[in-house]
C-alpha cells in the first residue's frame, strides 16, 4: 500500500480538478471550489476484512 493517496474527487463539490498542494504529504486543493484539504491514512480496522452478515451480533 502506498503512503499517498490520491483522490479522484473533491469531498466537498466533488469536482475532478484537483491538484497537490506543496503545503504537506497527502495535501490537495479543489480548482472548483477553492478548498484545501488533506487525507489522512489513519490504520485499519481492528476488525479485520471479515464480512458479517449476520443480524444480531456483537460488535
Ligand atoms: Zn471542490
Same mark, same amino acid.
Given at each position: 500500500?502506498? !503512503?499517498?493517496?490520491?483522490?479522484?474527487?473533491?469531498?466537498?463539490?466533488? @469536482? !475532478? @480538478?484537483?491538484?497537490?498542494?506543496? !503545503?504537506?504529504?497527502?495535501?490537495?486543493?479543489?480548482?472548483?471550489?477553492?478548498?484545501?484539504?488533506?487525507?489522512?491514512?489513519?490504520?485499519?480496522?481492528?476488525?479485520?476484512?471479515?464480512?458479517? @452478515?449476520?443480524?444480531? !451480533?456483537?460488535?
Amino acid at each position: 500500500m502506498s !503512503e499517498r493517496a490520491a483522490p479522484f474527487y473533491c469531498p466537498y463539490c466533488g @469536482d !475532478e @480538478d484537483l491538484r497537490p498542494n506543496p !503545503e504537506g504529504h497527502g495535501a490537495w486543493e479543489c480548482a472548483a471550489c477553492n478548498r484545501a484539504f488533506q487525507l489522512k491514512f489513519l490504520g485499519l480496522l481492528s476488525r479485520g476484512l471479515q464480512r458479517n @452478515d449476520g443480524g444480531g !451480533e456483537q460488535i
